[in-house]
C-alpha cells in the first residue's frame, strides 16, 4: 500500500483558486496510477479527477471540467489538484487515492488520504 498525506485545503471566496497536494511514499510513487474525489457532508464520496502512472490519460468529473487541472511530479512523489473558478458547491472534504490501474471509481483505489477540507463561500 501507499501512504498519502494531502495539503492545501482551506477557506477561500467563490471565483477563487486553491491547490491540493499529495504526498506518497511506500510503494513507488510511478507505478500508482493517482485520484481525487470528494464528499459533502450527507452525500457519497465522488470522484474528482484521475490521471495514470505516465499522466498520458487524465480523466474529470463533468462538474469540474475546464476549472480543475490534475498533474503529477513523479520526482517528488506528489500528486496535485490545482482548483480554479471555485463554486460553493465544490466545498467538501477532498481525498487522494492510489491505485494500480487509472480508474474513476472508489472501489479501485486501495490507499487512501486522510482527506484536506475545501470550504467556498459564496
Known amino acids: 500500500q501507499v501512504q498519502l498525506v494531502e495539503s492545501g485545503g482551506g477557506l477561500v471566496q467563490a471565483g477563487g483558486s486553491l491547490r491540493l497536494s499529495c504526498l506518497a511514499s511506500g510503494r513507488t510513487f510511478s507505478s500508482n496510477a493517482m485520484g481525487w474525489f470528494r464528499q459533502a457532508p450527507g452525500k457519497e464520496r465522488e470522484f474528482v479527477a484521475a490521471?495514470?502512472?505516465?499522466?498520458?490519460?487524465?480523466y474529470y468529473a463533468d462538474s469540474v471540467k475546464g476549472r480543475f487541472t490534475i498533474f503529477r511530479d513523479n520526482a517528488k512523489n506528489t500528486v496535485y489538484l490545482q482548483m480554479n473558478s471555485l463554486k460553493p458547491e465544490d466545498t467538501a472534504v477532498y481525498y487522494c487515492?492510489?491505485?494500480?490501474?487509472?480508474?474513476?471509481?472508489?472501489?479501485?483505489?486501495?490507499?487512501w488520504g486522510q482527506g484536506t477540507q475545501v470550504t467556498v463561500s459564496s
Open positions: 487515492a492510489a491505485s494500480r490501474t487509472v480508474a474513476t471509481t472508489t472501489r479501485l483505489y486501495d490507499s
Open positions: 490521471i495514470s502512472r505516465s499522466a498520458l490519460n487524465i
